[in-house]
């Protein structure tokens, strides 16, 4: 009952979040700023339909492939034969699709990995694109996970892409500063767009956890938290364990105590720092 309750006041959190959309209604292009929780991929996820809504081609990229399959598989869900204005992919995946199907796809062999999809994919996609055009001129471009994809070789594959250019064109980006892992060229990423002259809006609430678990992340991380914690729910619990077995059992046994207590298996998730394979 309490995870219901706080699921429930989480989601109408996040349609708070959306009224905010009305707010960039007449702005062509819009940089989201937030923290983790605070609803920006859900709020693309929502500029891109309402754009399909006003017969408008949309695409929407983002840095991670899980990603991505997950918000083509639910939108396919809740709007089956409603998403021929929108297409969803990772900005990488997007152009390897294109360059297969010019036959012009670099290869891999022998390449530094980073530098393969860093440099040589942007690069041959323009190449491409200079010889055939662009595949596609998109209504509305919507980037989600932008910490990871402002970088200037992805800003002019971006420019291509969009009807009238990024400088004129449609677009929303949302980004994370404290997520950025990956990309070190970020801040030249955002100096290049906002010379375009966005509007800024930041996301202030937390829409995806409760108070005590962003707490307990402050204090984990030293990432400062979204300034608005709302909702209440169960306290942390932390558990300690001496090994790979221990981890284990220790982890099967709390995922038995949820589900004995009523949590369906789709309502839990186990997180890792390592990759599945590697885990415990």
């Known amino acids: 009952q309490i995870v219901e309750n706080t699921d429930k ?9 959306a009224n905010r959309l009305a707010m960039a209604d007449e702005n062509p292009r819009i940089m989201l700023k937030g923290s983790a929780g605070t609803g920006k991929t859900l709020l693309g996820l929502e500029y891109a339909w309402r754009s399909v809504l006003r017969n408008k081609k949309v695409l929407f990229l983002c840095f991670n492939r899980n990603l991505s399959r997950f918000l083509r598989l639910n939108l396919a869900k809740q709007s089956p034969g409603q998403m021929e204005g929108l297409h969803i992919d990772t900005l990488h995946g997007y152009l390897i699709d294109c360059l297969k199907k010019n036959n012009c796809l670099p290869a891999e062999n022998g390449i530094n990995k980073i530098a393969y999809y860093r440099h040589i994919i942007p690069d041959a996609f323009l190449k491409m694109l200079s010889r055939y055009g662009p595949p596609l001129n998109y209504d ?15 800003i002019l594959c971006m420019d291509a892409l969009l009807k009238d250019g990024m400088d004129n064109g449609t677009w929303y980006i949302c980004f994370d500063p404290n997520q950025n892992i990956y990309n070190a060229e970020m801040n030249e990423g955002l100096s290049i767009v906002q010379d375009y002259h966005p509007v800024v809006l930041n996301l202030d609430t937390n829409c995806r956890n409760t108070r005590q678990i962003s ?31 221990d981890e284990r059992n220790k982890l099967i046994k709390s995922v038995k105590k949820l589900m004995s207590g009523g949590i369906s298996p789709g309502k839990i998730c186990l997180l890792s720092k390592y990759r599945f394979e590697n885990s415990c």
Not at 9 to 17: S, V
Not at 225 to 239: A, F, I, N
């Open 140 to 154: 509305t471009l919507v980037i989600d996970e932008g910490q990871d994809l402002l970088r200037f070789d992805y």
């Open 9 to 17: 006041q989480l989601l109408k959190l996040t349609r708070e979040q």
């Open 215 to 245: 707490i307990y992340n402050v204090l984990a991380t030293a990432i400062p938290p979204s300034r608005y914690l709302k909702v209440g729910g169960e306290d942390v619990v932390r558990e300690y364990y001496s090994s790979y077995d």
